[in-house]
């Protein structure tokens, strides 16, 4: 049954009283991701919905994905805490079934932004033709429904009465497999090939609008500028793919890992299981505060419209 994915790992965390205040310290630190998920993303949301300018294409993207960590943080980090805490079977499920889904819809708008990105950067002429609001919207909804439909098939047989443990947990297997090729490492490979077409298409475009620029003084501040927004860009990309796979590869793969121990092809001990479960969780949702940190608030349109902001806060304050 799937919901060993969630059930088991969280019962396997309760049982051993050695590890409980261990075990109650993860919940606590899951309820502060969750509520600072909550804070970054819905900040986002305001911004955009006060900000007209940003009510772009690209920060349509950004704001669907806000709404997928937001329900992260609302949704998913609760139900967790609930199944741990209950360890009642269709809590469980529930948790099992809702933190899929999310997850699921986290790869899909990871996977639009990065296209998006490219488009934008190598296509930049093309791109108002290629990228409209009507398929960019009938994108995103496809994302949303895809994502809810791929994670409520497992109940064709975690609810099958007659179905026995045995061929449960295989059909778990083939399903965890099946998601881990092709909605984990298809996009993980996607998206490292774009960012590293993107940096290297950014790094050759500053090289030859540089090579341009004539004197000496300038030509050095423009080199140690091209320098530093070369590393800047480096890093965005390399977290962004950092938090793919520390924040979703790795929960994926425990679901694998997870179905490999109950068959009986692995034996994980439960001290280990009590460490290694919190860490993916935590992982997991610190993704959902990753995320905007990374695809918003290191974009200058958003950093500019948070100051303008938080300026009016004061100044509405004051008076």
């Given at each position: 049954?799937?919901?060993?994915?969630?059930?088991?790992?969280?019962?396997?965390?309760?049982?051993?009283?050695v590890n409980k205040s261990d075990y109650r310290g993860a919940l606590v630190l899951f309820g502060l991701l969750s509520i600072s998920a909550?804070?970054?993303?819905?900040?986002?949301?305001?911004?955009?919905?006060?900000?007209?300018?940003?009510?772009?294409?690209?920060?349509?993207?950004?704001?669907?994905?806000?709404?997928?960590?937001?329900?992260?943080?609302?949704?998913?980090?609760?139900?967790?805490?609930?199944?741990?805490?209950?360890?009642?079977?269709?809590?469980?499920?529930?948790?099992?079934?809702?933190?899929?889904?999310?997850?699921?819809?986290?790869?899909?708008?990871?996977?639009?932004?990065?296209?998006?990105?490219?488009?934008?950067?190598?296509?930049?002429?093309?791109?108002?033709?290629?990228?409209?609001?009507?398929?960019?919207?009938?994108?995103?909804?496809?994302?949303?429904?895809?994502?809810?439909?791929?994670?409520?098939?497992?109940?064709?047989?975690?609810?099958?009465?007659?179905?026995?443990?045995?061929?449960?947990?295989?059909?778990?297997?083939?399903?965890?497999?099946?998601?881990?090729?092709?909605?984990?490492?298809?996009?993980?490979?996607?998206?490292?090939?774009?960012?590293?077409?993107?940096?290297?298409?950014?790094?050759?475009?500053?090289?030859?609008?540089?090579?341009?620029?004539?004197?000496?003084?300038?030509?050095?501040?423009?080199?140690?500028?091209?320098?530093?927004?070369?590393?800047?860009?480096?890093?965005?990309?390399?977290?962004?793919?950092?938090?793919?796979?520390?924040?979703?590869?790795?929960?994926?793969?425990?679901?694998?890992?997870?179905?490999?121990?109950?068959?009986?092809?692995?034996?994980?001990?439960?001290?280990?299981?009590?460490?290694?479960?919190?860490?993916?969780?935590?992982?997991?949702?610190?993704?959902?505060?990753?995320?905007?940190?990374?695809?918003?608030?290191?974009?200058?349109?958003?950093?500019?419209?948070?100051?303008?902001?938080?300026?009016?806060?004061?100044?509405?304050?004051?008076?």
């Open positions: 049954m799937d919901n060993k994915n969630g059930s088991n790992a969280t019962n396997n965390l309760g049982k051993e009283d909550i804070a970054a993303n819905s900040l986002i949301l305001v911004l955009i919905w006060k900000k007209r300018h940003l009510r772009t294409t690209s920060n349509t993207i950004l704001a669907s994905l806000a709404v997928s960590d937001l329900l992260t943080g609302v949704v998913a980090v609760p139900m967790v805490i609930a199944c741990t805490e209950t360890l009642i079977q269709d809590v469980c499920i529930a948790m099992d079934i809702s933190n899929r889904f999310l997850a699921f819809s986290t790869v899909a708008h990871l996977i639009i932004l990065s296209v998006d990105r490219y488009i934008r950067i190598i296509k930049i002429l093309q791109y108002p033709s290629i990228v409209t609001k009507v398929r960019l919207a009938w994108t995103l909804a496809f994302t949303w429904v895809f994502s809810l439909l791929a994670s409520l098939v497992q109940l064709t047989w975690v609810l099958h009465a007659t179905m026995d443990d045995d061929t449960m947990i295989r059909f778990d297997l083939g399903y965890d497999f099946f998601h881990m090729i092709a909605l984990v490492m298809v996009p993980l490979f996607l998206m490292i090939s774009i960012y590293t077409k993107l940096f290297i298409h950014l790094r050759w475009q500053c090289k030859e609008i540089h090579s341009d620029l004539s004197g000496h003084t300038v030509s050095q501040f423009n080199a140690r500028r091209r320098k530093v927004n070369e590393k800047k860009t480096a890093f965005l990309f390399i977290a962004m793919i950092a938090v793919f796979i520390f924040g979703l590869f790795l929960y994926f793969l425990w679901a694998i890992i997870d179905d490999l121990e109950v068959i009986g092809l692995l034996n994980i001990e439960r001290s280990a299981q009590n460490i290694i479960v919190p860490v993916i969780i935590f992982l997991r949702f610190l993704s959902a505060l990753c995320n905007p940190l990374l695809c918003t608030f290191m974009k200058q349109d958003f950093l500019d419209a948070l100051k303008s902001f938080l300026n009016a806060l004061k100044s509405s304050r004051r008076v």
